[in-house]
Structures are given as C-alpha cells and as structure tokens.
C-alpha cells in the first residue's frame, strides 16, 4: 500500500517514500520536520514497529496521518488524523486481498485530493509524464 501511494504522490510532483522496513524508517524519520506528512498504515492500528517509528516523525514535528480500520486503535490515537476504513476480516490471510482494497481507495482519494489542489500544475505533471511514456515505453 506504501509503495502505491508513494507512486501516486510522486506522479504529482510530491516527494514521497514508502518506507516498508524498520532500518529505513529510523533512519528515514529521523530526520522528519513539520514540513514532513507521514502517513502510518496498518489494517489494525496495533502494529508497534509501525506505531514508534510514527512516534518518532511526530516528536519531529511531522503531521501525522493514520489509515487504519480502527478509530480506537493506538495509531489513530497518536496521530494528528485519522482515516479510517471500515472492513471486518474475518481470518488474518485474508486480509492480504481485502482490507487492502479500503486502504488503496483511500490512498487514492488522497491523490485525487491533492491533484484537484494542484489544479493546472497537476494536469500538465500528466501531460509531460504521457508525452514521456509515449516517447520512452510505447511501440511506435
């Protein structure tokens, strides 16, 4: 899911990363200011390594997003703004295919969000990219 929404801020113009490994977010977060949003993503809001590496970009100064299914999760708790889906698992390998997709949609609702704010500069970001892959990737 991280690394979707990354792709999708970066497309716009917003630097984005998707930090899917503890290393990196100590490392990465570390460095966090109240210039950063740092988007913290778990299905249940319960996942520490996900909730401290949070912690640390908040005491950074960063704002603080949480998409979890949980409003009273300990995630949603400690950030500055929640979103919340609303999905109930009904067994943990399931929620590879389904949770998931609440979570995509709202990544996306978050992209679509910022492409609006963008206005112009959004659509000429679309422009430039397609007259690229039509350039680079696509068969003439």
């Known amino acids: 899911m991280a690394k979707a929404g990354a792709l ?3 497309s716009l ?4 990363l998707a930090i899917t490994d503890p290393y990196e977010g100590l490392l990465t977060l570390s460095s966090s200011s109240n210039k950063d949003v740092v988007i913290a993503i778990s299905h249940t809001g ?3 390594v996900v909730i401290q590496l949070l912690e640390i970009a908040r005491d950074k100064g960063a704002r603080t ?3 979890t299914n949980y409003s009273d999760s300990i995630l949603a708790d400690k950030c ?3 979103l919340v889906t609303s ?3 009904r067994r943990i390998n399931a929620a ?3 949770s998931s997709i609440e979570q995509l949609c709202m990544l996306y609702a978050i992209y679509f969000l910022i492409a609006h704010l963008q206005g112009g500069r959004a659509e000429q970001t679309f422009l430039e990219i397609e007259s690229n892959a039509e350039r680079i990737i696509r068969a003439k």
Not at 13 to 16: D, K, M, Q, S, W
């Open 87 to 89: 999905f109930r698992e």
């Open 46 to 48: 319960r996942s520490e």
């Open 65 to 67: 997003v949480a998409l």
């Open 8 to 10: 999708r801020l970066a």
């Open 80 to 82: 500055e703004f929640a």
């Open 96 to 98: 590879v295919s389904t």
């Open 13 to 16: 113009g917003v630097t984005a």
